[in-house]
């Protein structure tokens, strides 16, 4: 919970930061040093007066979004790169931008993890995604230009992706459904073929939803139908109420299993999960339960299963690589809900 009160506590800030008044310079505060320094050069009529004069006036000019304030930062940078006693406060404006933009991408993230499973939500993810990736550039950037660069690219994405976590979590609750990777096959499961039951207390009398902090127990099964047949099952226990959480699978009594059935073939393949396996798209079998709320809950799995029963020692079946596994699974489905975390 503690990390849950960090982020809210950011969030404050980062929506804070934009309502500076826009009239004038940077709408956030980390090019500042800057500003106070190209003014003390100014009164001391020392170095470049007029380098120091654009650049001034650079500072200076209104910003509105954040784009805006890297577009200034980088104006900075091209004016005051080689001049004494800027490039270490590029740098750290640079860096400050960083952070905080790094900060915005987690509060995102944060924000969208109640969202049920919807087009508009996979949206969203994508673009967290590519936001993601545009600061992992910034902080591996080996040079100040460089790092400006990728914080333009970053800031450009911030309001596209901040407005569809909005309406990601504006969707009206689907049903239960899941969906998958199977090797380089995809896995969707919706419109009744999810089935589930959900004890989150050992209670006599209570009902779904209810719980308490450690004794849940969570099994789900999915099918998807066609040609071959495939399904999903996973057992969890031990689940408690702090989200997200993430439990082993193929541990005690947790347990996930994929069945593949060649009806035309007919032809049975079941796989069982085996965490002493792994490669570059499984590296731990897991289930991760992201949200419970009143009337659903949403989770994350991967994991590599092993044939359990080979149809002949010449079968080429013997693994399977299940990954990017997301379910919602629903309690109860109001009609015309809303998510209202």
Do not use: C, W
Not at 2 to 28: G, N
Not at 116 to 144: C, D, H, V, Y
Not at 187 to 206: A, H
Request: charged share 15%; net charge positive.
């Amino acid at each position: 919970m503690k990390m849950h009160v960090v982020i809210r506590s950011l969030l404050l800030v980062a929506i804070s930061a934009l309502a500076f008044d826009a009239s004038a310079d940077p709408i956030l505060p980390y090019q500042q040093p800057i500003a106070r320094q190209l003014t003390n050069d100014i009164a001391a009529g020392t170095g470049d007066q007029n380098t120091y004069n654009k650049a001034l006036n650079a500072y200076h000019k209104t910003s509105k979004t954040l784009s805006s304030d890297i577009n200034i930062l980088k104006s900075l940078n091209d004016l005051l790169a080689s001049e004494p006693n800027y490039p270490a406060l590029l740098s750290e404006a640079a860096f400050a931008y960083q952070n905080d933009f790094e900060v915005r991408s987690a509060v995102l993230a944060e924000q969208l993890r109640p969202a049920p499973l919807s087009s508009t939500r996979t949206s969203a993810e994508k673009q967290l995604g590519k936001l993601n990736a545009a600061l992992s550039n910034a902080a591996i950037a080996t040079t100040t230009s460089a790092r400006i660069a990728d914080l333009k690219s970053a800031a450009a994405k911030i309001p596209t992706t901040s407005n569809t976590v909005q309406s990601a979590l504006r969707v009206k609750i689907g049903l239960s459904s899941m969906t998958a990777r199977i090797g380089n096959l995809s896995f969707k499961s919706t419109k009744g073929f999810v089935t589930g039951g959900t004890n989150f207390d050992s209670t006599v009398g209570t009902a779904i939803g209810e719980f308490t902090p450690s004794n849940g127990v969570l099994t789900v099964s999915a099918i998807d139908n066609g040609n071959i047949v495939r399904g999903i099952q996973l057992h969890v226990e031990g689940i408690g109420t702090n989200t997200p959480a993430t439990y082993p699978l193929g541990v005690a009594q947790n347990s996930a299993f994929y069945d593949a059935t060649d009806v035309a073939q007919r032809r049975e393949y079941h796989f069982r999960v085996d965490p002493s396996i792994t490669n570059v798209t499984v590296t731990n079998a897991t289930v991760t339960i992201d949200y419970i709320g009143f009337n659903y809950l949403l989770g994350r799995f991967a994991f590599v299963g092993t044939n359990m029963v080979p149809s002949s020692a010449k079968d080429t079946n013997t693994l399977v690589t299940v990954s990017r596994g997301q379910f919602q699974l629903n309690f109860t489905s109001p009609p015309g809900s809303t998510n209202a975390p």
